[in-house]
């Protein structure tokens, strides 16, 4: 039986959605429960003996209110009836026993006409690329597959027509465990995209303290509409001309909505559009009241769905979806 064959095309964050793998909350298992409280850490590096992979999963698991997976898979379904109500073409992973498959957008990413395999920092991620292999095999486009000394997580990475913005550790976060993608990666995609700008964005980043850390670049920024607004965390910026930098690109100060770090540990920026007017978001009034007001008073459609719970392991909406194509 002959595959049937897709091309993948992102050019940016916001245009039509047409198609997206979606994480999957089957069979998680239970969370590393070895940790060490930060307090009796010796400095401001992740001792070994703890193998929680970021402060904020590392705080629901000391105060016992990590997700419960039933929870996690309601969530799930309400982000997949939503995007086929779009007529989004959802994929889904295939099923690996006792592991937590929903932040899709680590594993792998597109630029342009071409999908990327991440190589992910965590070293128990690695797997994950395995269950979306199958629909990756049918795309028609190139697929490329990074050198192992290139550590890059999709969710640093942001395409923008002739530019490529890349999140980066700031000066004194580097070599946290929170640390996800390296100087390398920076190189390989000058050298394989000459035509675009690679720009790196440098975020600040703390292993002990999730109010404090931009796991990616999509924790502190996320472009909206017809890229002419945008969500941005600016203390998170390791160098705030940078943040200055892409608020003028994409929309000027006017067309802001800035976020403090109480909303940066909810993760306001990391919403999801669908296409230029829709956005999903999170339906906690608490969490994400104050932004949805401001996202709709500027005109957007938000579909509001409960997702606070996915939000415990420090990944929401964007973190949860690979896009695969979108219209242009």
């Given at each position: 039986m002959s595959k049937?064959?897709?091309?993948?095309?992102?050019?940016?964050?916001?245009?039509?959605?047409?198609?997206?793998?979606?994480?999957?909350?089957r069979?998680?298992?239970?969370?590393?429960?070895?940790?060490?409280?930060?307090?009796?850490?010796?400095?401001?590096?992740?001792p070994p003996e703890d193998f929680v992979t970021d402060p904020k999963s590392r705080y629901h698991i000391m105060n016992g209110t990590h997700p419960m997976e039933s929870d996690l898979r309601e969530e799930n379904n309400h982000f997949i009836r939503t995007l086929i109500k779009y007529n989004v073409q959802v994929f889904q992973p295939i099923t690996i026993p006792e592991a937590n498959q929903i932040f899709t957008r680590d594993i792998g990413f597109v630029i342009g006409n071409v999908f990327i395999k991440s190589n992910m920092a965590t070293r128990a991620r690695?797997?994950?690329?395995?269950?979306?292999r199958d629909i990756v095999s049918k795309i028609a486009n190139e697929v490329w597959f990074p050198p192992q000394s290139v550590k890059i997580e999709g969710g640093d990475v942001f395409p923008y027509h002739d530019k490529v913005f890349v999140g980066q550790a700031a000066k004194g976060s580097e070599g946290l465990r929170c640390d996800r993608t390296n100087k390398e990666a920076i190189s390989?995609?000058?050298?394989?995209?000459?035509e675009k700008e690679i720009i790196p964005i440098y975020l600040n980043k703390s292993d002990k303290d999730a109010m404090k850390n931009c796991l990616h670049l999509d924790c502190a920024f996320q472009p909206i509409g017809n890229n002419d607004h945008c969500i941005v965390f600016k203390e998170g910026f390791g160098?705030?001309?940078?943040?200055?930098m892409l608020i003028e690109l994409f929309g000027g100060e006017a067309n802001a909505i800035h976020i403090d770090a109480k909303q940066m540990f909810h993760m306001n920026s990391n919403i999801f559009s669908i296409n230029p007017n829709v956005i999903v978001t999170g339906n906690n009034v608490e969490e994400f009241g104050k932004i949805n007001e401001q996202l709709?008073?500027?005109?957007f459609t938000l579909e509001k769905i409960p997702y606070s719970e996915s939000a415990k392991m420090e990944g929401l909406l964007r973190c949860s979806?690979?896009?695969?194509r979108r219209t242009y």
């Open positions: 049937e064959y897709f091309e993948v095309k992102i050019l940016d964050e916001t245009a039509p959605l047409e198609s997206v793998i979606l994480g999957t909350a069979d998680l298992g239970t969370p590393f429960l070895k940790y060490v409280d930060p307090k009796e850490w010796e400095s401001d590096f992740a690695q797997m994950e690329f395995f269950a979306i390989y995609l000058q050298t394989k995209f000459p160098d705030p001309e940078q943040a200055d709709e008073d500027k005109g979806t690979l896009p695969l």
